[in-house]
């Protein structure tokens, strides 16, 4: 995982508790890990992630686990606001401590700005790992890296290079946790994996300044570059990359991304594991980005495991919704697990 952030024990253990719901609001529907989050100020993006690390059914097993959670007192606050998600009685809750405790921890998220979602998707899963690897460790459980976040989430690619004048060949890796995918320029329509995923796969020539350093040469030279899956993760995370820059301008493009429920990386994957990698994925959680750079509107739509239908959470207000309405020409963040998820496993959830 990336970087290593400060203690998330404070702000994984001073998570938002439910608040009361109104009276309407108690009587509306409870279905668990369906949960409207309150907007403490231009904290959509919070909301939107949250809601897909809820919906996201391996973790929340895991994180709600009864061993885990006697461990895990870093995760606390994280833990007890899935737990309000899924096993409260409220249809909302307000991640006020979450926020706050994680303002404390990740200052760049320590104002009222519009924040970038992807940004905060993965510092928060960095932190959960490094705090969960940290309390593994603490009590010597278990010296290795891997911790849940790096299991489900962690996928690697590979790189090989050719120098295009002696044809020497270099081989790496690198492991990865959300995939940034371009999307083609100035185009209005195009297709997630036919255009975007092509694009990111597609073999490249680095010339001009781009060049690399060739062993064998001793010179830069112009170089061949294939990126390949090595490692099709468990969790596949994509990140639509619409924010770029134009200039001196930042600029967000709005090309409508087609995407389906399911997704194929067979083409993508390294012919060397290909046979013994399955790589076909189902989508469950869309982060969706309205309006303009710096100020639209996060929202999410993410596939509820135990009631097998789809929800749209905009903050407060959730509705459900038709499979045939999760394609969005607003999608900016797409997940996608291996496995289908099956209803969860969570301790004191058969009895509601
Ligand atoms: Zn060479």
């Known amino acids: 995982m990336c970087t290593l952030l400060t203690d998330i024990s404070m702000v994984l253990a001073n998570t938002s508790r439910c608040v009361q719901g109104t009276e309407e609001e108690r009587r509306g529907w409870n279905r668990p890990g369906v949960c409207g989050l309150n907007n403490s100020g231009n904290s959509c993006y919070l909301n939107a992630v949250l809601q897909c690390l809820c919906s996201t059914v391996p973790l929340v097993e895991h994180l709600l686990n009864q061993e885990t959670r006697k461990d895990c007192r870093v995760a606390e606050i994280f833990v007890g606001l899935l737990e309000d998600m899924w096993l409260g009685r409220s249809s909302s809750c307000a991640p006020v401590e979450a926020k706050s405790v994680l303002c404390s921890i990740l200052p760049q998220f320590n104002n009222y700005?519009?924040?970038?979602?992807?940004?905060?998707?993965?510092?928060?899963?960095?932190?959960?790992?490094?705090?969960?690897?940290?309390?593994?460790?603490?009590?010597?459980?278990?010296?290795?890296?891997?911790?849940?976040v790096s299991h489900l989430f962690e996928g690697q690619l590979s790189y090989r290079t050719l120098c295009m004048h002696c044809n020497y060949q270099t081989h790496s890796t690198q492991t990865f946790t959300v995939l940034s995918i371009p999307i083609p320029p100035a185009i209005i329509k195009c297709s997630l994996e036919q255009d975007c995923l092509s694009l990111f796969f597609e073999r490249?020539?680095?010339?001009?300044?781009?060049?690399?350093?060739?062993?064998?040469?001793?010179?830069?030279?112009?170089?061949?570059?294939?990126t390949c899956l090595e490692k099709p993760p468990e969790i596949l995370m994509l990140h639509l990359k619409r924010f770029g820059r134009k200039g001196k301008n930042q600029v967000k493009l709005r090309t409508n991304v087609a995407f389906s429920m399911k997704?194929?990386?067979?083409?993508?994957?390294?012919?060397?594991?290909?046979?013994?990698?399955?790589?076909?994925?189902?989508?469950?959680?869309?982060?969706?980005?309205?309006?303009?750079?710096?100020?639209?509107?996060?929202?999410?739509?993410?596939?509820n495991a135990l009631s097998q239908t789809w929800h749209s959470f905009d903050d407060l207000v959730v509705r459900e919704v038709q499979d045939s309405l999760v394609q969005s020409p607003n999608a900016y963040l797409l997940l996608y697990s291996r496995k289908r998820f099956q209803k969860p496993k969570i301790h004191g959830l058969g009895a509601l």
Do not use: W
């Open 113 to 148: 700005l519009q924040q970038d979602a992807q940004e905060l998707l993965l510092s928060l899963l960095n932190t959960l790992h490094d705090n969960l690897k940290k309390v593994r460790k603490s009590l010597s459980v278990c010296l290795q890296d891997s911790t849940i």
């Open 204 to 226: 490249t020539v680095l010339t001009g300044g781009e060049q690399m350093l060739c062993s064998v040469c001793g010179l830069r030279r112009e170089t061949g570059v294939l």
């Open 263 to 303: 997704l194929d990386l067979t083409p993508f994957v390294s012919s060397s594991v290909q046979s013994t990698s399955y790589s076909s994925y189902r989508l469950y959680a869309v982060v969706n980005h309205a309006g303009h750079l710096n100020m639209g509107h996060y929202t999410a739509l993410c596939h």
